[in-house]
Each structure stands twice: as structure tokens, then as C-alpha cells.
């Protein structure tokens, strides 16, 4: 998770070739619409997570979209429900936003 944050807040880092983001390897962008104008740039971090970076000149805000292989079909049949259990708990909290919502809080200010 620590690098989805670091994705988003060097988005424009990472969206000019830098030798910074180098390590990670570079994934198809997304089908785009003619009419689409943005910039898309998806990677796969060394920790597996793969980070769709898009860059809209047009937008005040920056967008990362992050893509866990696992969810509810990757549940075992003796834990059903799991995956959405830890999804909710990305949002319940955690020891650098320990309130709840506090990192959807973080996210809207910035």
C-alpha cells in the first residue's frame, strides 16, 4: 500500500520517464477513445501491485487507480467473504491514518 501512495504523490514523476520509476515494469496502457485527450502510463511495482498513472492536463486533481490480482473468487471456501473484508479494512484505518475515512480525508484535502 505504502507504494500506490508514493505512486500517486510522484505522479508526474513517473509520468515523464524518470530513471525513478525504472524498476517497475511497464504494463499496456488502457483502450482509449478517440475523443480520450489523457495520458495514460500503467506499471507494475515491484510488490506486484500494478498502478495505472493518468495524467489529464485539463484536471487540478492527480489520479492513480491500483489493481490487487485477488477478490472475491480468491477467497478460500472456508473464509467467504475475506476479500471484502480487507478492502474495508483499507479504509477503517491503519497506523498512519488511524481514523476511520482519515485517508479518503488525506486524499480529498490533497
Known sequence: VDSV???IGTLELAMSDSKEVNDAVEQ???IQGK???RNFRCLEL???VTVCLVHDKESKTTAAAAVVKAGAASDPRTISG???FAEHMCFLGSEKYPGENEYKKY???H
Do not use: E, F, T, V
Request: no cysteine; net charge positive.
Open 5 to 7: 501512495y508514493k505512486s
Open 28 to 30: 499496456p496502457a488502457p
Open 35 to 37: 475523443s480520450d485527450w
Open 46 to 48: 515491484k510488490n506486484g
Open 82 to 84: 475475506i476479500a471484502h
Open 107 to 109: 486524499l480529498s484535502q
